[in-house]
């Protein structure tokens, strides 16, 4: 067992393509638009092509998510991206679709740990998503794009979410989808699992320091509540 499991005392998990089927989501999209303009792509499958798309894509996104931060112009991309989401119909529960399982996985894991989640997207957003799927109830805390001045790759996020966990940085496990989740999981000093069922990919998964390498996100469950701690 790679993970340390006596060392784990409190688990903070990313959101999209973690928790949330984002990709699936994204893909479905570009596939749509791909097969409008199937005779740009002979023989390509616009299913293959818009996952590969969207994979290839997670780290422009990613860069594009920090740019606010690096620049320090996360209040005005803020009031941006407020300014649009109020031109948007209101979302509904069916807009989140929940990885399988996922409900489940946070009840049992809730009993044992305090569970927080750090998104890089705005409290807006992250705090719509909790509510509407009705996975608020399981976490201590919320880290979102405006909760720290930097957020992730930053460690930042992770050692908030840790004091108000109780814990310290290197007492977490951080579970997330994404080469970002994994760098500051490592830059915080914490543990990390990769999982497979959103943007990354094992191998960049893997050269970014992840601990572990799961299939699913609920597959946690049988790692840190059914193995023995050491």
Known sequence: MPLDLARIKAICFDV?????????????????????????????????????FVMR??????????????FHLDDKMHRVVSFLRRKRRPRTAADYPLVPGVTEMLSRLAARYPLAVISARDEHTTMDFLNHTGLMPFFHCVATAQTCRYTKPYPDPIHWAASKMGVSAAECLMVGDTTVDIRAAKAAGAQAVGVLCGFGEEAELLRSGADLILPVTTDLTGVLLECPAE
């Open 57 to 70: 894509t997670e780290d422009l996104g990613t860069f594009l998510f920090g740019l606010p931060d690096r």
């Open 16 to 52: 999209d393509g973690t928790l949330r089927e984002t990709d699936d989501q994204y893909v479905q999209a570009l596939a749509r638009l791909f097969r409008r303009g199937s005779f740009l792509f002979p023989g390509r499958d616009p299913q293959h092509l818009a996952r590969w």
